[in-house]
């Protein structure tokens, strides 16, 4: 298993069943269908809208059926000659009778799936307290644990899994958690930032819903599954501070935020929506602790599993910090770990990542474009703005960063790994894209992106997009305070390479991509350099 969580630890089941997966446009359900397929499990998916399903990698290798858990003739058709059952959906969030239409679809998945000859249906529940009984239960957490008792008593073999807080980039829990900790260093919170819980890594998840497929027959419980550690949300939100590299939180508990307050509250300091903010928050009143880990039995876990919590949110935070800025142009490009942001993930998912994106059509080739692409910087400048640019590099160095002063290793051909005034060459696609990262002293981390591409109509387009990722509340205010500047800077840079591509070369059509007095192309290079 690599540091990169590639792939959920474990052993892989094997088998080949086929394996139907609901709710596959989800945040588990997106993550579980490669899991299974690379066990050896056939999938089946069944989602109201399919196309949501089309981008990720894994499209072409399950079969998907348009339904609703609600409607008996499509969830049958679904179910036809299934060996396992994923039910990975409900419906937070969707109004004040989620509950009913929960009960109701588990109803109609249950008695469908007996119908079918199902031999087991595996759930992913929540974890709720013992010693609370259901009725006092908040809606949430009583909804879930309704339709576990359901399918559990559908005649079906079922394992009901129950989990508290998720530990992966998407999870609605722990994106609540993600911005709480980033954007406030100082926090008045409610009372339930004292309650104990027992959080568990995505890919934990992941290996326990994909070994769940294998248990035998005469299995119809739940289980718990959590983590090794029990902590606080106070612990929570101070040890991902410590892991995000943030200053230590000042938290503050108050007995007057109710859950209703609590949840506007979580609403105005981050992106997660107040519909689903609010169930989350109530449910923070209760203590979720493991009262068991019979599952160990049947799914034994790996050396290093389950991951402790501030491996969890290493990982968690390691896409946006380290490989979000490789995603391309297209949406077809998904990240690979299971605690990876999904295109079908919500839009607040991830962590704040700002980007300004600049397109202009370019009536040059693409190797004229390219030669100012990879000649920027040093001594040709950064077409925009010079006086911005100067006095950004001389900031820079006040504070003890490189400032400008570096320049370019070599004038008219970059690599990886080589400085660039105050960034560095951190990926390089010959004639199509080069990324840069910044170096300067910043409250986050910042990429700037240099697209050559086919406009799809046999002409050439020029894409630029900077990417930040700010580092706590500063971070946030930096990102804003320059904004108001970056159609002058990042706007006139795109505006201007292509103006510079065009002065040098002559129009793309009709054009053999040389000029008649261009100077002999570097050995294997493919593309001139600059005369």
């Not at 690379?38 to 998916?45: M, S």
């Not at 903010?277 to 389950?306: F, H, K, M, Q, W």
């Not at 990879?374 to 950004?392: C, M, T």
Request: glycine share 12%; proline share 8%; with cysteine.
């Amino acid at each position: 298993m690599s540091d990169d969580d590639t792939t959920p630890a474990g052993q892989r089941a094997g088998g080949g069943r086929l394996c139907l997966v609901t709710g596959a446009s989800g945040y588990i359900g997106g993550r579980l269908v490669p899991e299974l397929l690379d066990a050896g499990h056939r999938v089946r998916c069944l989602a109201r809208t399919p196309e949501k399903l089309r981008d990720h990698p894994w499209a072409g290798r399950v079969e998907v059926v348009r339904g609703d858990v609600t409607d008996p003739e499509s969830v049958a058709r679904a179910l036809s000659g299934v060996d396992v059952a994923h039910y990975l959906v409900h419906s937070l969030g969707t109004g004040r009778d989620f509950e009913e239409t929960d009960r109701r679809a588990a109803h109609v998945f249950g008695e469908q799936a007996r119908g079918a000859g199902v031999g087991r249906i595996v759930y992913l529940g929540g974890l709720t307290p013992d010693t609370v009984p259901e009725r006092e239960l908040s809606p949430h957490l009583r909804s879930r644990a309704e339709v576990g008792r359901i399918l559990l008593d559908s005649g079906v073999p079922t394992a009901v899994l129950r989990a508290a807080v998720i530990i992966g980039s998407g999870s609605a829990s722990f994106e609540m958690l993600r911005y709480l900790s980033e954007r406030l260093p100082v926090m008045v919170t409610p009372r339930w930032v004292h309650t104990r819980i027992q959080p568990i890594a995505v890919r934990d998840v992941l290996r326990l819903l994909v070994g769940c497929a294998g248990l035998p027959p005469d299995v119809n419980r739940t289980f718990d599954a959590g983590g090794p550690e029990v902590l606080t949300y106070l612990d929570m939100m101070r040890r991902y501070a410590a892991v995000a590299g943030l200053p230590r939180r000042l938290i503050l508990p108050v007995p007057v935020l109710t859950p209703g307050l609590s949840s506007h509250w979580v609403g105005l300091v981050t992106p997660v929506p107040t519909r689903i903010a609010r169930p989350l928050t109530e449910s923070l009143r209760y203590e979720v602790v493991c009262g068991e880990n019979d599952i160990a039995r049947y799914v034994p876990a790996p050396p290093g599993s389950p991951l402790g919590f501030d491996r969890a949110v290493a990982l968690a935070l390691h896409r946006v910090r380290e490989a979000e800025v490789t995603t391309r142009w297209s949406s077809a490009a998904v990240p690979g770990a299971p605690s990876d942001p999904l295109p079908t993930d919500p839009d607040w998912a991830g962590g704040s990542l700002y980007t300004d994106v600049r397109e202009r059509a370019a009536e040059v080739t693409p190797e004229a474009l390219w030669d100012v692409v990879e000649g920027i910087g040093g001594e040709n400048g950064w077409y925009s703005f010079p006086l911005a640019w100067a006095v950004r590099g001389w900031l820079d160095r006040l504070v003890g960063g490189v400032g400008l002063r570096r320049g370019r290793r070599d004038a008219h051909r970059l690599r990886v790994g080589d400085s660039l005034d105050f960034w560095r060459v951190e990926e390089i696609e010959r004639g199509r894209l080069l990324r840069l990262r910044a170096e300067m002293r910043l409250p986050g981390l910042a990429w700037l992106e240099m697209r050559v591409d086919d406009d799809g109509a046999g002409g050439v387009r020029y894409r630029q997009r900077a990417l930040f990722h700010p580092h706590g509340l500063l971070g946030q205010l930096y990102w804003w305070s320059v904004s108001p500047f970056h159609a002058v800077v990042f706007g006139g840079m795109a505006r201007n390479i292509v103006r510079a591509a065009e002065r040098a070369a002559p129009p793309a059509s009709g054009h053999d991509g040389t000029r008649p007095d261009a100077a002999p192309p570097h050995p294997g290079s493919g593309f001139r350099p600059k005369p």
